[in-house]
């Protein structure tokens, strides 16, 4: 009956393999691949009796759970509205970005506000520790500190002390002494987030996991880590920049794709309280190549400023670069304008940037794209209060994006007061703004710049 299932599976990345070996062949991970017990034909092939569990309908709810906030509005806002009593949360971020800082000051916040916060780092001794939150202006904040890697005495303290906050500072330094193999490693990382997971749900202590990420922005350890907490949070922002945002890329108790933006100071972290302000700072003269885009970031509008250069190419095949949006949908979009709009992009150089280190991946940016590129190529300034947004479908149609109305006020109250928009967006107009509703790119190409 049992057909015969793939009995060998990767922990890393779950794929299924017909025998085993060394390294899996989707992820290129070592020893991760393991013999499971073939799927079973049903419960009477399991033999033992089965109990029955209880059923139930989606009428009967329970309180929404419990929150504590820490008065850092960006930090508890990315949460979904404050941390969640006995939730797991991860957070990933390249070394240095400042993972140990923000989770630092959001641990002083918590305790300060009574809850009883730990902080426990496998990087760094109690002394680092201590005088960073001493620059920080912390150093007063009722926070228990620990300097510790060894995942049984951390448990085994935790059990003891149960504080309702505890940071782990990193899971990468964990080790647990069940298992044989060196922190870091797949199964070390993995033991030891599910150890602390299950403590976290069994004795009602949230638990916030520091992670770091390789270059290709994977949590380094296995990918498990982010499916068994119940959010994950990556802190990320450009070197050279001082801007960092905290994003929430699944929660379980609140709204995924929301974000915190902080800037990076001699004291720590300071909030950002209007991102749009700080992304379009650097704006002072209308420039061609610059268009300005009205997004929306998790529930929040934002808007940031899309750069364009566009130079005659000394190669046979032209530069695409790209810093903060996705290069696919740069080709993408410039196809749409050479194939629909007649504007070729052959033999030229394209550069296109996000100001200020934000990265935006709405395709409602698509518009602000195109206009950035338009205007670069044709040397024409868009208008300095000028918003867009819009998606570009392949046939070169503009779709109407989500949100509209917030996208339009957050313009408004920044000083713009024209907006170019996809013809049947929903919306109510917003009084102070002009908003030109346009059916495809070719009559944007008309309208902006001439015949096109
Ligand atoms: P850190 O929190 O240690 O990063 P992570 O834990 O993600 O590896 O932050 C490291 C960087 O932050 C370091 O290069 C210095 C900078 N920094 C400041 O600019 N101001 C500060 O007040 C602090 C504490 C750090
Ligand atoms: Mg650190």
């Known amino acids: 009956m049992a057909k015969s299932s793939p009995a060998f599976t990767c922990t890393a990345c779950g794929a299924a393999h017909k025998k085993w070996a060394g390294q899996c062949e989707a992820c290129k991970a070592w020893n991760s691949v393991i013999e499971e017990a073939p799927l079973s034909a049903g419960p009477k092939s399991l033999g033992g009796k089965g109990r029955k569990i209880a059923l139930t309908d989606l009428a009967t709810q329970s309180a929404p759970p419990p929150r504590a906030t820490s ?41 300060r506000r009574g809850v009883k916060s730990m902080y426990i780092s496998g990087e760094e001794a109690t002394a680092q520790v201590q005088m960073r939150a001493q620059r920080l202006g912390l150093a007063d904040a009722p926070v228990i500190l620990g300097a510790e890697t060894n995942l049984r005495d951390i448990l085994t303290t935790l059990d003891t002390e149960r504080p309702g906050l505890c940071v782990i500072d990193s899971i990468q ?43 290709d922005g994977q949590i380094a350890g296995p990918r498990v880590v982010e499916h068994m907490v119940d959010t994950v949070l990556y802190f990320e922002g450009e070197r050279g920049h001082h801007f960092r945002i905290l994003r929430a890329v699944k929660n379980r108790f609140g709204p995924a794709a929301e974000i915190g933006v902080f800037e990076m100071t001699g004291d720590g972290l300071a909030q950002v309280t209007n991102p749009s302000a700080l992304f379009l700072s650097d704006r002072d003269k209308p420039a061609p190549g610059s268009a300005v885009f009205a997004g929306i970031e998790g529930t929040r509008p934002v808007l940031t400023e899309i750069q364009a250069l566009v130079s ?42 996000v ?98």
């Open 312 to 353: 005659p190419s000394p190669l046979g095949t032209p530069r695409r670069t790209v810093v903060g949006l996705d290069s696919g949908r740069l080709s993408t979009i410039l196809a749409v304008l050479e194939a629909r709009c007649g504007i070729p992009f052959a033999g030229l150089d394209v550069y296109l940037n």
């Open 71 to 111: 008065g850092m509005d960006e930090f508890d806002r990315v949460l979904g509205g404050g941390l969640v009593e006995a939730s797991a949360i991860l957070v990933g971020g390249d070394p240095g970005i400042g993972k140990s800082t923000l989770l630092l000051q959001a641990t002083a916040a918590f305790a």
């Open 355 to 452: 100001a200020g280190g934000m990265r935006v991946s709405e395709p409602a940016a698509d518009l602000a794209v195109a206009a950035a590129l338009l205007s670069a190529r044709e040397d024409v300034a868009i208008p300095p209060d000028m918003v867009l947004f819009g998606e570009i479908s392949l046939s070169g149609a503009l779709r109407p994006v989500s949100q509209t109305e917030n996208r339009l006020k957050e313009a408004m109250k920044l000083g713009f007061t024209q907006a170019i928009a996809p013809s049947r967006s929903k919306m109510a107009g917003v009084d102070g703004m002009t908003v030109r509703q346009m059916p495809d790119l070719t009559a944007f190409v008309g309208e902006i710049f001439g015949a096109g």
């Open 173 to 215: 330094t964990m080790w647990l002494d069940t298992v044989d193999s060196a922190p870091g490693s797949v199964s070390q990382v993995r033991s030891a987030a599910h150890e602390l997971v299950t403590f976290a749900k069994k004795r009602g202590v949230a638990i916030i996991l520091v992670g770091h990420v390789t270059k």
